[in-house]
């Protein structure tokens, strides 16, 4: 097990704490290179038929990575 500097973790601590809303997020990472990639694994969103209309997925990407 290697040893760690206490200043490391404090330091990686923070940097996680100020990465971990929703604004920080949509500044830091260009968000839509991700919808290709869901919409190859979901499919394309649904636009029709009976029922709400789905959240989008992206903002599914956003919370879960956020949870």
Do not use: C, Y
């Amino acid at each position: 097990m290697d040893k760690r500097h206490v200043l490391e973790e404090d330091h990686q601590r923070q940097a996680l704490k100020e990465f971990n809303n929703l604004r920080s997020m949509k500044e830091l990472v260009d968000w839509e290179l991700f919808r290709p990639l869901l919409e190859d694994v979901f499919g394309p969103p649904r636009t029709r038929g009976p029922g709400r209309r789905p959240w989008d997925s992206l903002i599914l990407l956003r919370s879960l990575l956020l949870g």
